[in-house]
């Protein structure tokens, strides 16, 4: 397979956190250019599969879809339990949505990410490799959901009630629980159905880097929110009657993290990540939370009640976009260079046609990302009209308002990927650990930030619908 003839020509591996056990040593790296000066170009010609221009579309268009729907459920299921008393009373809550949200893009993406590369590298071969290396992950992932849920509650009440001087430790606590179980859960049902697809992919021959991600948030969002709507409210019906409930949940879940850092240190990928990943989860989760805040106060105007539907789908869509260049550059990078070297065109100083124009394989990709994402939007807002939710009627300067705020975040993003994942490859770090938490996160900002911009001048301008959808 190609595969083999890659792992056999070339000392090609990921950097420190994936892959390091089968980094070749210095003189077995000289030694190989050596051999490959002899044969010639001949042995690169096989290093990556070929996908056509129609097939990297089709694949990456059904996963988008899919994931759009899914971010669309969110936001309608957002607009519904907005209303719920635990929303209404505890807007905190509010702040935890896109840092809980975001786990999607901390966690699964990276999983999925790590993953996809594993695969097209062969690492996922052998069956016991394989498993470990799933297992492993699947262990460091609950660690870091536990503790990303934990710090997510924390700064939701530094940023909800600190700058106001209230503070209420049973709220507090209700905060921390609702977070840690949410986190636990949602990313423990994730992470299972992402293992599926990635194992599922290989199996058809598909390129896991195009559908992997966006499949991971498909649903991500939906049963995130869903799950933290459930609890919220039940630990917020108990908070009268049974007020110590909400402190055993946060402890039985704080309690389980040695058992999944037991697990994830018996692989060496994972246990590398147990000590060095912890950087890009936390702060995209600090990022993320920065955007909740946005959320926070913009639901809290009623004025601009219309938000709250169309959050999810804006900085979802513009995640899942990004996630998928950036898997496919990292995947590239894997195969075409050793870490800290990067391609001719890469070096340099950065310019945004550096992304888009060229005839490379991931130039085509930011193009087909780009033509998808407007008529995307078009589709997701109509089924938003359709089902009768939300607070906006569709006119026709909301829908250009809209889609300016949604083309020029991908926009950003995609030129954010370009320099992020090239830029950590040449200092050494694995751009799939470390940049699809930046990504993801800084499109929860962009796409909150922008949009809540949007509705600000929509309602400047007289575009004023606050009342649709109740």
Not at 42 to 67: D, I, R
Not at 119 to 132: A, L, Q, R, T
Not at 249 to 255: D, R
């Amino acid at each position: 397979s190609v595969s083999v003839i890659l792992l056999n020509s070339r000392p090609h591996s990921k950097s420190k956190p994936m892959l390091t056990e089968r980094r070749l040593s210095g003189e077995e790296t000289s030694n190989k250019q050596e051999e490959d000066q002899v044969e010639g170009q001949g042995s690169h010609v096989l290093n990556m599969p070929k996908e056509s221009l129609l097939a990297m579309t089709l694949q990456m268009l059904v996963p988008f879809l899919l994931a759009g729907f899914g971010t669309v459920s969110a936001g309608m299921v957002l607009d519904i339990v907005q209303h719920w008393e635990a929303f209404q009373f505890i807007t905190e809550i509010f702040i935890l949505v896109p840092a809980l949200l975001g786990l999607k893009g901390n966690l699964e993406m990276t999983l999925a990410s790590r993953l996809s590369t594993a695969v097209n590298v062969g690492k996922m071969d052998s069956p016991i490799e394989k498993w470990n290396l799933i297992i492993g992950n699947l262990a460091l992932k609950q660690v870091q959901a536990t503790v990303v849920g934990f710090l997510a509650a924390v700064a939701a009440v530094v940023l909800g009630w600190i700058p106001e001087g209230k503070f209420q430790m049973s709220h507090a606590v209700l905060l921390c629980s609702s977070s840690v179980a949410t986190a636990f859960i949602a990313s423990l049902l994730q992470g299972i159905i992402m293992v599926g697809v990635i194992v599922g992919s290989k199996k058809t021959g598909i390129n896991p880097d195009n559908v992997a991600t966006p499949i991971a948030a498909s649903f991500g969002d939906l049963i995130t929110l869903a799950i933290l709507a459930w609890i919220s409210q039940g630990l917020y019906k108990c908070l009268d009657s049974y007020p110590y409930v909400s402190s055993l949940v946060c402890a039985f879940f704080m309690c389980l993290t040695p058992l999944w850092i037991v697990i994830s240190s018996k692989h060496p990928a994972s246990r590398t990540l147990l000590y060095s990943g912890w950087e890009p989860v936390i702060t995209a989760m600090v990022i993320s939370s920065i955007g909740g805040l946005i959320l926070d106060k913009t639901v809290s105007d009623p004025n601009l009640a219309g938000i709250v539907v169309y959050t999810p789908v804006i900085s979802g869509i513009g995640g899942n976009l990004v996630a998928i260049q950036s898997s496919r550059i990292s995947t590239h990078l894997h195969f075409h260079c050793v870490p800290g070297e990067v391609p001719d065109e890469a070096k340099g100083c950065y310019y945004p046609c550096r992304t888009f124009c060229g005839t490379g394989a991931n130039h085509r990709s930011a193009q087909v990302l780009l033509l998808l994402l407007i008529p995307g939007h078009l589709i997701f807002l109509y089924t938003i009209h359709l089902m009768k939710s939300g607070h906006t009627t569709l006119t026709p300067i909301f829908m250009s308002v809209y889609l300016a705020a949604a083309l020029l975040q991908v926009l950003l993003l995609l030129c954010i990927a370009d320099w992020m994942v090239h830029s950590m490859w040449r200092s050494g770090k694995d751009p799939d650990s470390f940049s699809i938490p930046y990504l993801t996160a800084l499109g929860d900002l962009l796409g909150t930030g922008l949009l809540a911009i949007s509705f600000h001048f929509l309602w400047l301008i007289g575009d004023q619908d606050s009342d649709v959808g109740d």
